[in-house]
Each structure stands twice: as structure tokens, then as C-alpha cells.
């Protein structure tokens, strides 16, 4: 994909959806690190069902503390690998409090000093949170980057890189959002809707298609 390819690939995505969001459910920054760091190989959707249960009762570093990993544990059983991120979770939730005033740090070497908290969560959390224009490189946003040859990369690091480096800065602080979506809807593993995509034209993959057809 060319610059220009670049440049319309973005245009269109914005054109289709102006004000893209994180499909978790959150209403606090707390609450929004709490979501992406119980998100990790688990699905939103599953993520959302469990902190619509968890959060009325719990949403500050404070009150998770006071259900103690076991607590936590009772809320959040639906999500894979909840005993491992229930104790992740409280032990970042001692460092927010005993370090931070119980707030949630804006720098990605705060954030990744977090236990439970990896590169892509700060992404997730810098982007989402605080308006930085990161690439949280999961998945979907890996498929789509090689699939449509917008920034080809052997792992999720080199495709964040290049992304930073090819994405225009207009779209830079969305574009982590419409990457996702675009590959979790459209741009699917098995199965890429290819008739319906708008960016076809302009996808290394349509346009083998187009040429094969």
C-alpha cells in the first residue's frame, strides 16, 4: 500500500464511522485499565459481562483492594485466566494506591511497571484515556496490517512501528480503533467479508483478488 492508498484507506474508515470507540465498557480511567488488563485473551463481550457485575460494587483501586483476590476472583470467574488477573489486578491496584494517590499514571513506563499491564494494555490506556496516538497491536489489528499490506510485520512490535511510521497524523489518534473494528467485523481471520469491505481497492489482498477474478 502506497502513501497515497494510505491516505484514502484512513479517509474512508473515518468517513464510515467519524467517532470510533473502544467496544469496553468503562467510565473512569481506572475502570478502563481494570477492563483492558482482564481483556487479555478474553473478548470484550465477555470482559463487559463481568464488569457490569464488578464495577457498581468496585470501580476504584480502593474498593477492588477491599474484596481481596478472592473477592475479585467471584466476580470475574467468567474470564479466562481470572485467578491470574484477579491477583494481577490487586497488586496494581496496591501500587496505584500506595503510589499514585489511587490515580492512574499517563506515562507508558508507569503503566507497564504495573503488574499484569504489557505494552499493548499502556497502548490501550494511552490511546483511549489519554489521547495519544498509540498502536495497540492485538490480533485484528496484526491481520489487518499484513493482510492489506498497510504495514507488514513479523510481530505485533514491528507492526506497531510501522504503523506509527505509515499512518498520516491526522488519523493517527483513531486509527487504533478503526483497525479493530475493521478486523474484528470486516477483515475477519477465516473468513474476510471481502465483498462488502470499502477499502478492497486499495488492500494488497483485494487487490489479488480483483486481478485473479
Known sequence: MNTQEIEQFFAILKAANPAPQTELEYSSVFELLAAVLLSAQATDVGVNKATRRLF???????????????????????????????????????????????????????????????????????????????????THIFRVANRTGLAPGKNPLQVELGLLKRVPAEYAVDSHHWLILHGRYVCKALKPDCGACQVRRLCDHGKTLESTA
Open 56 to 138: 457498581p460494587v468496585a470501580n476504584t483501586p480502593q474498593k477492588i483492594l477491599a474484596l481481596g483476590v478472592e473477592g475479585l476472583a467471584e466476580y470475574i470467574r467468567t474470564i479466562g485466566l481470572y485467578r491470574t488477573k484477579a491477583a494481577n489486578l490487586i497488586k496494581t491496584c496496591e501500587i496505584l494506591v500506595n503510589k499514585y494517590g489511587g490515580e492512574v499514571p499517563g506515562t507508558r513506563e508507569a503503566l507497564e511497571a504495573l503488574p499484569g499491564v504489557g505494552r499493548k494494555t499502556a497502548n490501550v490506556v494511552l490511546n483511549v484515556a489519554f489521547g495519544e496516538p498509540t498502536m495497540a497491536v492485538d
